[in-house]
């Protein structure tokens, strides 16, 4: 199987694009992941306004204008400005045989220093869930995380009753480090998370 990022002219440095503007690909077996764009606008909203109800219980609450191409376009604003900050890398999840959209991955809150750390969100469209394509995806994101970016510990958090996210997590690797109450406002209520990590050292990377 032949994974890893497809490289420029120089290798990719902490969020500069490659010379021409291209941009990194992350390519695994049966899944792809790449930076989002404005073309991406109407198979987003198709895809998160199908999964309303499946995606509810576990992220924040929405607001009024989540769907529209004016807030999408500011997305992408504020994606663009923290991957030049170094500070987050979101990535869009299509599967190989036909780009169809599947869902994302962000690493956020990225910490340098003494830290060398990150946090893993994932949402994966209703249509989509319990087909391998998150595990698929993770699997390939990890060697970004560890290998570019040069992190030492990417950290995940889920709600208690989150099974598929729990297996999800455990199937890449992450060990399970604790208990944080009423952690995040999740659906408006706060919500106590597991908290799980995983360090450079312990990752199987291939």
């Known amino acids: 199987m032949k994974t890893g990022i497809k490289q420029g002219p120089i290798a990719f440095m902490r969020g500069l694009t490659f010379p021409g503007g291209q941009q990194p690909v992350i390519e695994g077996e049966n899944v792809y992941l790449r930076y989002p764009r404005i073309?991406?606008?109407?198979?987003?909203?198709?895809?998160?306004?199908?999964?309303?109800?499946?995606?509810?219980?576990?992220?924040?609450?929405?607001?009024?204008?989540?769907?529209?191409?004016?807030?999408?376009?500011?997305?992408?604003?504020?994606?663009?400005?923290?991957?030049?900050?170094?500070?987050?890398?979101?990535?869009?999840?299509?599967?190989?045989?036909?780009?169809?959209?599947?869902?994302?991955?962000?690493?956020?809150?990225?910490?340098?220093?003494?830290?060398?750390?990150?946090?893993l969100g994932y949402w994966i469209g209703a249509p989509y869930a319990r087909q391998g394509h998150m595990s698929d995806a993770l699997k390939v994101l990890l060697p970004?995380?560890?290998?570019?970016?040069?992190?030492?510990?990417?950290?995940?958090?889920?709600l208690t009753a989150n099974d598929a996210s729990k297996a999800l997590l455990a199937r890449a690797g992450f060990r399970q480090e604790g208990l944080a109450r009423r952690y995040l406002l999740i659906n408006g209520v706060w919500s106590d998370h597991l908290l799980f990590a995983l360090l450079a050292d312990e990752a199987q990377l291939g």
Do not use: I
């Not at 504020?78 to 999840?93: G, M, Q």
């Not at 970004?144 to 889920?158: D, M, N, S, Y």
């Open 144 to 158: 970004f995380v560890f290998r570019t970016l040069g992190l030492h510990r990417v950290e995940a958090a889920c």
């Open 39 to 119: 073309a991406d606008f109407a198979g987003w909203a198709r895809l998160r306004a199908m999964s309303r109800q499946f995606l509810t219980p576990w992220e924040p609450v929405w607001a009024d204008d989540e769907l529209t191409r004016g807030a999408f376009r500011r997305r992408l604003k504020r994606y663009h400005k923290e991957t030049r900050l170094d500070s987050a890398y979101v990535f869009f999840v299509l599967r190989k045989s036909d780009h169809a959209l599947l869902g994302g991955c962000t690493l956020s809150n990225v910490r340098r220093g003494v830290t060398q750390g990150c946090t």
